[in-house]
């Protein structure tokens, strides 16, 4: 944590091989934890970025959930938990992206809430728990 200055930021990348990555960065220091997945052209992505800290004596955590599946979980360096780290969607590639939905929550989602969304491709707000708990046999 001692490489982390003032200057930072935290989020969701796309690496030189197009697999996505949680990548925290600042001016001095960086640390990319890669996915399983590729990111292909003209294709659709669900993507969750939780980030949790239960208490003071645990170590911050961030889990990638993309379509619907639990890709990454990494402990957060502390300095980019505690600072006011910027949000940010980044990719070394050159690529048209477009964004259909973005949420900020003042709570973690839960799985369930997750995969709901991602299998009936809707927002949280038009997510219908019940109906997946039932189709999946949960």
């Given at each position: 944590?001692?490489?982390?200055?003032?200057?930072?930021?935290?989020?969701?990348?796309?690496?030189?091989?197009?697999?996505?990555?949680?990548?925290?960065?600042?001016?001095?220091?960086?640390?990319?934890?890669?996915?399983?997945?590729?990111?292909?052209?003209?294709?659709?992505?669900?993507?969750?970025?939780?980030?949790?800290?239960?208490?003071?004596?645990?170590?911050?955590?961030?889990?990638?959930?993309?379509?619907?599946?639990?890709?990454?979980?990494?402990?957060?360096?502390?300095?980019?938990?505690?600072?006011?780290?910027?949000?940010?969607?980044?990719?070394k590639?050159?690529?048209?992206?477009?964004?259909?939905?973005?949420?900020?929550?003042?709570?973690c989602?839960?799985?369930?809430?997750?995969?709901?969304?991602?299998?009936?491709?809707?927002?949280?707000?038009?997510?219908?728990?019940?109906?997946?708990?039932?189709?999946?046999?949960?």
């Amino acid at each position: 944590d001692n490489d982390w200055d003032y200057s930072r930021s935290a989020g969701i990348a796309i690496d030189e091989t197009n697999y996505f990555s949680i990548l925290f960065c600042s001016t001095i220091s960086q640390k990319i934890v890669r996915s399983s997945v590729q990111v292909k052209p003209n294709e659709w992505f669900h993507i969750v970025l939780v980030q949790t800290r239960n208490s003071e004596d645990e170590s911050p955590e961030q889990k990638l959930w993309i379509n619907g599946k639990l890709e990454v979980t990494t402990e957060v360096p502390r300095a980019a938990y505690d600072s006011c780290a910027k949000l940010s969607l980044r990719t070394k590639q050159e690529f048209v992206m477009k964004l259909a939905d973005f949420s900020i929550w003042s709570r973690c989602l839960l799985p369930i809430e997750i995969r709901s969304i991602y299998q009936q491709k809707t927002s949280i707000d038009n997510a219908d728990i019940a109906k997946y708990i039932f189709e999946n046999q949960i």
